[in-house]
């Protein structure tokens, strides 16, 4: 017999399913920023009616990530420095305030430490291993990346908090990827992330709250600086150097 709570979980719907698809798509680079997303030819590759696939966008457009103009249809969100300072600027606000409450609650469990470990060690691994001009090894890293801030910022247990923070963090996977694809040179974040690891396990709330602080600043105006250098027609392409991840 199942429990109460397995009663309650209902599974996705078929608008979620195809809001995933198309989010997981964005995420891995196979839609780039500015590309068009036709009604007709989603609902055909994915065997659904234009109305579940207007509806799925109209799910991304709530998380920024998909733009809706009347009259011309949607694309994939545009890059642009002025968004990716605004982004970075927002998290940088937020999220070291999302460390300072559940810091203040000692809501951080040992289970959770160790979760924040394996993707500190997960992240490290990548970025020797990986080939950061590879979408696949790329869309892996960023992922492990994402997951660590997801964690370390779950525990605040404010709902509209991490609201804000999972578009934001959805929309940064989508600049780093973006930024990445067009240097060879990957910074690796390992260290950057452990820091933020053992400032949490310090138990100190102001300094574990600086550093991550001082992490997403410092990945922002890296992020910033390349694309603001590196801008061709119109769009940002980041062709050397070392861009940071956040």
């Known amino acids: ?65 998909v733009e809706i103009h009347p009259h011309q249809g949607a694309s994939v969100t545009r890059l642009s420095p002025r968004k990716a300072r605004e982004i970075y600027t927002l998290r940088a606000q937020l999220e070291p305030y999302a460390v300072r409450l559940a810091m203040g609650r000692s809501a951080y469990t040992r289970g959770d430490l160790d979760e924040l470990d394996a993707l500190v060690r997960r992240l490290g691994e990548l970025e020797r291993s990986g080939d950061p001009e590879h979408r696949s090894d790329l869309f892996e890293i960023i992922t492990a990346d994402m997951e660590f801030h997801r964690v370390m910022c779950g525990r605040s247990e404010h709902e509209m908090l991490m609201g804000m923070l999972r578009s934001l963090q959805s929309q940064t996977r989508i600049f780093i990827l973006n930024t990445i694809l067009y240097h060879s040179d990957l910074e690796l974040d390992e260290p950057t992330h452990r820091a933020i ?47 940071q991840g956040g």
């Open 1 to 65: 017999m199942r429990s109460r709570a397995e009663q309650f979980v209902r599974p996705p719907t078929l608008t979620a399913t195809v809001a995933e698809h198309i989010k997981e798509a964005i995420f891995r680079g196979s839609l780039p920023p500015g590309a068009p997303l036709h009604e007709v030819d989603l609902s055909k590759s994915l065997g659904v009616s234009r109305g579940t696939v207007r509806e799925a966008l109209r799910h991304l457009q709530d998380e920024t990530l």
């Open 197 to 243: 690891l053992t400032a949490i396990q310090s138990g100190d709330p102001e300094h574990a709250e600086a550093v991550v602080r001082k992490h997403i600043v410092d990945a922002g105006t890296s992020l910033v600086t390349h694309m603001e250098a590196h801008a061709v027609a119109g769009r940002e392409e980041v062709v050397g150097g070392r861009v």
